[in-house]
């Protein structure tokens, strides 16, 4: 996956540039084929904005987040992309189950007769 993050108003520093791959790099456990994801950080006065767009195949997500502390927003961000990643592999999941199950009943069907 192609991880790219950038600042507005902001110089991303070497240590959340770390802090950032290390949490992204969770997000291929959900076997979506993830290709891009990335990472846009914003500083208005007091408030820090973090943005996250994930894309894959037939997939885009966005989560952004907004927080007083720059790794708090990524986290809080990072959480609902997570939790959207998550709903969008149990909908693949549990397509592909009905799919297969509907299968099996149509082989049970033609064993009866």
Do not use: W
Request: glycine letters at 4%; aromatic letters at 8%; proline letters at 1%.
């Amino acid at each position: 996956m192609e991880i790219d993050i950038s600042g507005r108003h902001f110089h991303v520093t070497a240590p959340l540039k770390a802090y950032v791959t290390e949490k992204l790099g969770k997000l291929e456990k959900y076997a979506l084929k993830l290709e891009t994801a990335r990472v846009i950080f914003e500083v208005q006065r007091f408030h820090h904005l973090a943005e996250i767009v994930v894309r894959g195949k037939n997939l885009r997500l966005t989560a952004r987040e907004e927080n007083a502390d720059t790794y708090a927003a990524f986290d809080e961000c990072f959480g609902n992309i997570q939790l959207q990643l998550r709903r969008q592999h149990d909908r693949i999941k549990d397509h592909k189950a009905r799919r297969f199950e509907g299968a099996r009943a149509d082989k049970r069907r033609k064993e009866r007769s």
